[in-house]
């Protein structure tokens, strides 16, 4: 393999210019792993590389080209996925740097989405980690590529060999060692490339050619695993290889890349981005290996009848393209990043957004490197680029020629798991806080924002604590509102238990015409979520004109119990008597006689508090089932059952009072490393226990 030159293609020094390539010389390449295990200092490390920085980026500096955002360069991680164009041997490589936290797994999403392979990235101090797990798992069933990527074998606790055993221990046969380094005193001495049989020392990114070391059973070992995944890759080679013969440097690329294209083969490379060691071979092992956009590109479709229609990468066919990321800036406008799937757009193109059944037209089409845009004359298939001021599009729709309409699948995004309640600081800044919790909703469709009806509070929802920060940091920052965040009100509500009968008697005299109303209503417990009302009044007691006042008058009033003010349920009230003058009597005057017995009734009738109960299925390892359900009992709930679910998880079902789960979230992920995730369904009210309903009774009144 060539060592690294620092001047690329199309370059000269200190400033990039990006060319225009077609589907054959690209790689698009999402950048995936666990927080922390160098995701972003690697992109930097081959921008660097590729002479398109005069200087190595660093986080602890904040000068990263793909960590830009100011809450990433504050906090020293990613939060959302930046698209690096990376120039290396006459191919672009379009680097899409992913968030490892998993409260950002938005960014993932969207990552994988553009891509057509993945580049896990693994710390050779950390190990296999639940991120890199996850990563491996949205690459398989996205269908695209995958590559390891073990960093950091600078320092000196890193165990190349115990992650590589780790690595095969987990996804099997398929992982192949493409890289290794002779490693001596827990200190690299020089990395082995395989496919070529030569070994490199590093010295400021730049790659001098040693012997190969004396690496004992090891190398050969290494040798053979690789030599027999190239094997599986077809029959000729099958034969080849039992024949004894050696295979070619040739024949050694062209099977691995013949198995990666199609996921029987994860090759393992290896290096330090900090130390600029062995990227060089990384890049390249990328343009030999990853599949190039032309073979991978294309996908399947819906036409405008619904029915499957395949797309090849065709640069002559209608264009087609999915937009996989949305950034808002309340100055700038909405920045919209695109691929493209089929045909070319150019500027000022008119183009079908398949959601909303609306042509966009096109301004100036960009290619984005980091924080910064450079005009692009067009993008063609399997390209990524961006388009600025679109007014109706958003991640998850599918642009194309109005001549042939095509949907194209959109971006599985996870839902929010952690919801809590928006509080303005300021009067009067409600409108500005609902605009830019809705701006920043769609920028990142992990974010909800809903209105509790019920309760009247605005509802944020998001994938974790982080991810809730980050929001109203940028809400702040960007919008210019500030917020602070607390635990949602539970919507309860209050029903009776016994049946009771009461007179509700209004009478005043004044000046002129006075009031005059007067009912008997009998109240009972009753099947269904509202108030019913019914009569049966003989004789004219009560003129039927009046009954709707009366109806009226407790349907008002069962809006708010009489415990702690939650609306009422599940109540039968029959007006069976009363009486009326005929001067004094009137509508408001029953209305008022109705209130008075509903709230005389109501709290005769032994009222009590209902809680919402939740449908909860929780998916962990089987491992922490026993936790798991140890908590549930805590939280008062009761499992129904357990079921194997896919990746190798067990789904535990049970129904968990509403008001105990406000942290289950972060319990969940804290007991399951991040491996576990949960959805909730309302099922149903039931009443609360008494110390439960003396509490939230008594905060209901020192609230007021």
């Known amino acids: 393999m060539e060592n690294s030159q620092r001047v690329g293609e199309g370059y000269e020094k200190g400033r990039a210019f990006m060319k225009n390539y077609n589907a054959k010389t690209i790689r698009n390449v999402a950048l995936t792993g666990h927080a922390g295990s160098g995701k972003t200092s690697l992109v930097e490390a081959m921008y660097y590389l590729a002479y398109q920085a005069d200087r190595l980026g660093k986080i602890a500096d904040g000068n990263t080209v793909s960590d830009f955002d100011p809450e990433e360069i504050r906090r020293k991680v990613s939060v959302s996925t930046s698209l690096v164009p990376v120039e290396w041997k006459s191919t672009k490589l379009n680097i899409l740097d992913t968030p490892g936290l998993f409260d950002f797994v938005g960014g993932l999403r969207e990552g994988i989405r553009a891509a057509g392979s993945s580049v896990i990235v693994v710390s050779g101090k950390s190990g296999l980690t639940v991120g890199a797990e996850k990563a491996f798992a949205a690459a398989q069933k996205k269908g695209i590529a995958t590559i390891f990527f073990v960093n950091k074998l600078d320092r000196e606790s890193a165990d190349f060999y115990k992650v590589f055993e780790d690595l095969k221990g987990k996804f099997g046969p398929m992982v192949c060692p493409m890289v290794v380094p002779h490693v001596v005193d827990h200190k690299v001495q020089c990395y082995v490339n395989l496919l070529e049989y030569r070994a490199y020392t590093y010295e400021n990114g730049k790659a001098k050619q040693v012997p190969i070391p004396d690496m004992g059973h090891r190398l050969e070992g290494l040798r053979t695993a690789m030599n027999e995944a190239v094997a599986e890759t077809s029959e000729e080679l099958m034969e080849k290889y039992f024949a004894g013969e050696e295979f070619t440097p040739d024949e050694l690329i062209q099977g691995i890349a013949s198995g990666v294209r199609r996921g029987e083969i994860a090759p393992v490379f290896c290096g330090s981005a900090q130390e600029l060691e062995a990227i060089d071979q990384l890049l390249t092992g990328l343009l030999w290996l990853a599949p190039w956009a032309e073979s991978v590109a294309g996908e399947t479709g819906t036409d405008a009848n619904g029915d499957p229609i395949e797309l090849e990468v065709d640069e002559n066919a209608p264009a087609v393209a999915t937009v996989f990321k949305t950034v808002v800036d309340p100055f700038v406008g909405k920045l919209v990043y695109f691929k493209v799937i089929r045909g070319k757009i150019v500027p000022d193109m008119a183009l079908l957004n398949t959601r909303t059944g609306e042509s966009e037209r096109l301004g100036k089409l960009f290619y ?11 993008i063609g298939a399997g390209d990524i680029g961006a388009v600025a001021k679109l007014v109706n599009t958003g991640t998850g729709d599918t642009l194309c020629a109005p001549s042939c309409p095509v949907t194209l699948p959109g971006v599985p995004f996870d839902s929010p798991c952690l919801s809590r309640a928006v509080n303005t600081t300021k009067k009067g800044d409600e409108e500005k806080v609902a605009t830019g919790l809705a701006r920043l909703a769609e920028e990142d469709p992990t974010i909800k924002v809903e209105k509790n009806t019920e309760t009247g509070e605005l509802i944020l929802s998001g994938m974790g604590e982080q991810h809730l920060d980050i929001i109203v940091s940028r809400l702040k920052a960007k919008f210019g509102a500030e917020v602070t965040l607390s635990e949602p009100e539970v919507a309860y509500r209050e029903t009776i238990r016994c049946k009771v009968k009461v007179q509700g008697r209004h009478k005043k005299q004044s000046g002129g015409h006075g009031q005059f109303g007067d009912v008997w209503i009998e109240f009972e417990p009753w099947e269904g979520d509202e108030l019913v009302f019914e009569e049966k009044v003989f004789g004219g007691a009560v003129p039927k004109n009046y009954f709707p006042a009366v ?59 209902l809680e919402p109960v939740m449908h909860l299925a929780v998916y962990v390892p089987s491992d922490n089932t026993g936790d798991i359900m140890g908590d549930i009992n805590k939280r008062r709930g009761r499992v129904l059952g357990m079921n194997p679910a896919e990746d190798e998880l067990t789904c535990i079902e049970a129904e968990v009072p509403q008001g105990e789960l406000g942290d289950y979230a972060v319990m969940l992920r804290s007991t399951t490393q991040g491996r576990g995730y949960f959805s909730l369904a309302f099922e149903r009210y039931e009443e609360a226990p008494k110390p439960v309903a003396d509490k939230v009774i008594a905060a209901r009144a020192n609230a007021d």
Do not use: W
Request: hydrophobic share 35%; glycine share 10%; charged share 25%.
């Open 551 to 609: 109806e009226k008058g407790l349907q008002d009033c069962s809006k708010e119990g009489v415990l702690a003010g939650y609306p009422l349920v599940g109540v039968k009230a029959t007006l069976v008597d009363g009486s009326y003058h005929p001067v004094d009597s009137s509508e408001m005057a029953f209305k008022t006689a109705a209130s008075l017995a509903y709230k005389d009734g109501i709290s005769k009738a032994n009222p009590i508090l």
């Open 368 to 378: 984005v490197r980091g924080k910064k845009q450079e005009e692009a004359p067009f």
